[in-house]
């Protein structure tokens, strides 16, 4: 799966980290949401996360693994860049 910035998924949280969650999608992919994308940083211990589904957008798609946020603000920042489909 090919991963392209402003695209919207749903992964799977497979991995806790200091800095961040690696998530994985479909077709083994993998991403990782820096902790400051995490909208439930700094809670505390995020080991309970892992398997749980994930809505996500890629923000950098040029490093890897891409980078991505579970951040509502990102989420829309996404929408308006995503050219419009069929328009």
Known sequence: ?????????DGAVVAVH????????EGGTRGLIDNTKDPAWPSGDRSS???EVLHVVVIDDQRDPVRLS?????????RTMRPEVGG
């Open 70 to 78: 579970a951040l509502d603000v990102d989420l829309e920042i996404a």
């Open 18 to 25: 200091p800095w961040g969650l690696e998530v994985e999608f």
């Open 49 to 51: 996360i892992v398997g």
């Open 1 to 9: 799966m090919v991963l392209r910035l402003h695209q919207e998924f």
